[in-house]
T-cell receptor, first 114, second 113 residues
Framework: DAMVIQNPRYQVTQFGKPVTLSCSQT?????MYWYQQKSSQAPKLLFH???????NEADTPDNFQSRRPNTSFCFLDIRSPGLGDAAMYLC?????????????FGDGTRLSIL | QKEVEQDPGPLSVPEGAIVSLNCTYS??????FMWYRQYSRKGPELLMY????GNKEDGRFTAQVDKSSKYISLFIRDSQPSDSATYLC?????????????FGTGTQLKVEL
């Protein structure tokens, strides 16, 4: 089945230690998104890639960066994780970037900070 | 004030009940409306997608949009224990030029035997 796959499902890191989360997709979609979902809160968009074009949300902290080496893969890098970065990180894709294009989510990576 | 307001619940109903889930919003530029279902430890799954005001039905699910009142609803008929999940409403601002989803915080639903 075509899908959005996130690895690992659970990640534990130490305060200040860089961490990378991975997302891959077999849908061949042009757009990939990263959302942050804290406990009992709404998912919040961090940034998205349209093909290789990177688009950052204005309020996304500089501590968060992303890479998309090819159509299938996208990475979320957190340079110096703080306790407030503990959350579920969700990757999503859509076929195109036009307004209203349905987004399909992976099962997320739950990040814990020690 | 949040752009999208959603009662977090939890909402507990007996099997077979009709469930009504609701969201209100403040941004009149929201034109696309979605309902996602999120099981515990899983990602959101697109359940319903609507563009205009009115009703859209898919099996046991009906999505309703009232743009004049800035109010959307999801109705679940003949609810089943397998419907137990968190339901997130989501919307897209058509004027922003992008495809950014603005979510509600989700309503936790439990359907009991």
């Amino acid at each position: 089945d075509a899908m959005v796959i996130q690895n690992p499902r659970y990640q534990v890191t130490q305060f200040g230690k860089p961490v990378t989360l991975s997302c891959s997709q077999t849908l061949n979609h042009n757009v990939m998104y990263w959302y942050q979902q804290k406990s009992s809160q709404a998912p919040k968009l961090l940034f998205h890639y349209y093909d290789k074009d990177f688009n950052n949300e204005a309020d996304t902290p500089d501590n968060f960066q992303s890479r998309r080496p090819n159509t299938s893969f996208c990475f979320l890098d957190i340079r110096s994780p703080g306790l407030g970065d503990a959350a579920m990180y969700l990757c999503a894709t859509s076929r195109e970037r036009q307004v209203g294009a349905p987004q399909h989510f992976g099962d997320g990576t739950r990040l814990s900070i020690l | 004030q949040k752009e999208v307001e959603q009662d977090p619940g939890p909402l507990s109903v007996p099997e077979g009940a009709i469930v009504s889930l609701n969201c209100t919003y403040s941004n009149s530029a929201f034109q696309y409306f979605m309902w996602y279902r999120q099981y515990s430890r899983k990602g959101p799954e697109l359940l319903m997608y609507t563009y205009s005001s009115g009703n859209k039905e898919d099996g046991r699910f009906t999505a309703q949009v009232d743009k004049s009142s800035k109010y959307i609803s999801l109705f679940i008929r003949d609810s089943q224990p397998s419907d137990s999940a968190t339901y997130l409403c989501a919307m897209i601002d058509s004027t922003g030029g992008g495809n950014k989803l603005t979510f509600g915080t989700g309503t936790q639903l439990k359907v009991e035997l």
